[in-house]
């Protein structure tokens, strides 16, 4: 996370609140696949979903001005 931090929160190619959703999800998603019994419900989950949206029309944006697609 710590490069996806620098190159594209710090940059400003991803905004901070996208930035900070997806340190946040990644977290949760580690929790959930490493230690035991730890089960995340619905309604911890469900507010990343809005987020993870504006995440990709984020990084297709990013990919569309760069030439990349």
């Known amino acids: 996370m710590t490069v996806f931090n620098l190159r594209f929160v710090k940059t400003e190619l991803i905004s901070r609140e996208l930035g900070r959703a997806v340190n946040k999800a990644f977290d949760m998603r580690i929790r959930g696949d490493y230690r035991e019994q730890v089960i995340l419900t619905r309604e911890q ?9 504006k995440f990709i029309a984020a990084v297709r944006g990013y990919l569309k001005n760069s030439g990349k697609i």
């Not at 989950?45 to 949206?53: L, S």
């Open 45 to 53: 989950v469900a507010p990343f979903i809005d987020q993870a949206e």
